[in-house]
C-alpha cells in the first residue's frame, strides 16, 4: 500500500512471523468482538523480545473527529516510554486536538494525502496544540528518536504513531514492513466495508 525508503541496513528480527502472529491476535480480536483501541496499541508488546530488537516504544491510536473537525488522540500504549511522555506533557493525553486540516502538522497530512510521515521533532505531531518547547521536553521524557505516522484506510480517516528509540537512520526494511503489515490489518479490522478486499501486504 504504501512506497517509502528506509537506509539500506539488514537485521535479521524474525520479522514475518512477528507480524503473522500480530495479524492472527488481530484476526482472532474481530472474530470475538473483543478488540479495543487498547488492545490495537498494546499488542506488538506483548513479544517483548521482537519489540525490543525493533527500539519500538510507543504506539499511538488516533481518530478523525467529524464534530469537531479535529484529530483526536483515542489510545496509548502501555510502556515505560508512553508513560513518561504522560508525565512530562503539558496537556493530559486525550485532550490534546489537531485541526484536521492544519498544514503543518504531520499526522493531518498524512491522513489527507494517505502518505506515511516521519519526523525527529515532535513538534511536527503537537503543533498547534503545544509550543516547541513542550513537545520537545515530552519526546525527551519519552526518550524516543524517531516517529513514523501511518494513515489508517477507515471511512473517518484515522493514524497511527510508532515511535521508537532509535534515530531514522537506524531503522530498517524490517520496521517498514511491521508497520505497513500492521496498519493494513488494524484497517481492515476497523473497516468492515472493506473486509472482503484484497488484504496481502
Not at 483501541?37 to 488516533?62: H, S
Not at 513542550?134 to 480517516?157: H, K, M, T, Y
Not at 472493506?194 to 488484504?199: E, H, L, Y
Request: with cysteine; glycine share 4%; aromatic share 10%.
Amino acid at each position: 500500500m504504501y512506497n517509502i525508503s528506509m537506509p539500506d541496513k539488514k537485521r535479521d528480527l524474525g520479522i514475518e512471523s512477528y507480524i503473522s502472529q500480530l495479524e492472527a491476535d488481530l484476526i482472532s480480536s474481530s472474530r470475538s468482538k473483543n478488540t479495543s483501541y487498547e488492545a490495537i496499541v498494546n499488542n506488538p508488546f506483548k513479544d517483548k523480545i521482537t519489540a525490543t530488537t525493533l527500539d519500538l516504544g510507543i504506539i499511538v491510536f488516533l481518530l478523525v473527529n467529524t464534530d469537531t473537525k479535529t484529530i483526536d488522540r483515542v489510545a496509548l500504549s502501555d510502556t515505560e516510554q508512553a508513560k513518561n511522555a504522560v508525565k512530562m506533557s503539558a496537556i493530559p493525553f486525550h485532550d490534546i486536538k489537531i485541526p484536521v486540516s492544519h498544514p503543518d502538522n504531520i499526522i493531518s497530512r498524512a491522513i489527507s494525502t494517505h502518505t506515511p510521515r516521519e519526523t525527529e521533532d515532535w513538534i511536527d505531531l503537537f503543533i498547534p496544540a503545544f509550543t516547541s518547547q513542550q513537545a520537545r521536553f515530552n519526546q525527551l521524557g519519552a526518550g524516543i528518536e524517531c516517529s513514523w505516522v501511518f494513515p489508517l484506510n477507515i471511512p473517518d480517516g484515522g493514524a497511527l504513531i510508532y515511535s521508537y528509540y532509535q534515530p531514522y537512520h537506524n531503522l530498517t526494511d524490517d520496521h517498514k514492513k511491521f508497520m505497513t503489515a500492521y496498519t493494513n490489518r488494524v484497517s481492515w479490522l476497523l473497516n468492515p466495508a472493506g473486509r472482503d478486499q484484497n488484504t496481502d501486504t
